[in-house]
């Protein structure tokens, strides 16, 4: 069964610290990992993305690290702010169609 | 443009009650999707259509049933409801080829009692 399995399930992080949410998927087809960001009340938007070709995909305070290798992908928020406080979802896709997701990640970021 | 669109926001049905939810999107988009989100469940698809037509099951397709009569509608039905079925709910669309961004709609709260 495909699966993208993610963690933790929740998160807390002081001002200014980095934020990691790791995810790990099985399907050695997936070759596209987005990452959504969904506030309360909202439906998810596209955070980053990073296809298997590279390691590292940064955008601002955002960088996902992918290691193919291991079948693991994560995200990283450098410098994290209380207006990052969202749920976080990792996804997987190997067709043209859907997405895989995870089951979502909580950050509260404290100031 | 509005981007995904969708009606109702919230909804309020009873056990066996049917009910068709609305997805509407401008951007011109191929590919449209209905997720549920359920607490702890992460976001799980229903049914998707690659084009105007046509319809796939996707990962939790029972109870549900779908139409893409307009490339930019996309129609989810709940024939019978159920309280199982009480979730919220995601339209998306995207570009064809499936490495782009999906485009989310703000999503309708449904309540089955």
């Known amino acids: 069964q495909q699966q993208v399995k993610q963690s933790p399930q929740s998160l807390i992080v002081q001002k200014g610290g980095i934020s990691i949410i790791n995810c790990a998927y099985e399907?050695?087809?997936?070759?596209?990992f987005p990452w959504y960001q969904q506030f309360p009340g909202k439906g998810p938007a596209l955070l980053i993305a990073?296809?298997?070709?590279?390691s590292e995909k940064k955008e601002g305070r955002f960088t996902i690290s992918f290691n193919k290798s291991a079948k693991q992908f994560s995200l990283h928020i450098m410098d994290s702010q209380p207006g990052d406080s969202a749920t976080y979802f990792c996804?997987?896709?190997?067709?043209?169609?859907?997405?895989?997701f995870g089951k979502g990640t909580t950050l509260s970021v404290s100031s | 443009n509005a981007g995904v669109t969708q009606t109702p926001k919230f909804r309020v049905l009873k056990t066996g009650q049917s009910m068709t939810l609305l997805c509407a999107q401008d951007?011109?988009?191929?590919?449209m999707y209905w997720y549920r989100q359920d607490p702890g469940m992460g976001l799980r698809l229903i049914h998707y259509?690659?084009?105007?037509?046509?319809?796939a099951k996707g990962e939790v397709p029972d109870g549900y049933n779908v139409s893409r009569l307009k490339k930019q509608n996309f129609l989810l039905g709940l024939e019978s409801a159920a309280p199982s079925q009480t979730s919220v709910y995601f339209c998306?669309?995207?570009?064809?080829?499936?490495?782009?961004?999906?485009?989310f709609g703000p999503g309708t709260r449904l309540t089955v009692t």
């Open positions: 998306a669309s995207t570009i064809a080829g499936g490495y782009y961004e999906q485009y």
């Open positions: 399907n050695t087809a997936f070759d596209y």
């Open positions: 990073i296809r298997p070709d590279v």
């Open positions: 996804a997987a896709s190997g067709s043209v169609t859907a997405l895989i």
């Open positions: 951007m011109n988009h191929e590919y």
């Open positions: 259509s690659v084009g105007e037509g046509t319809t």
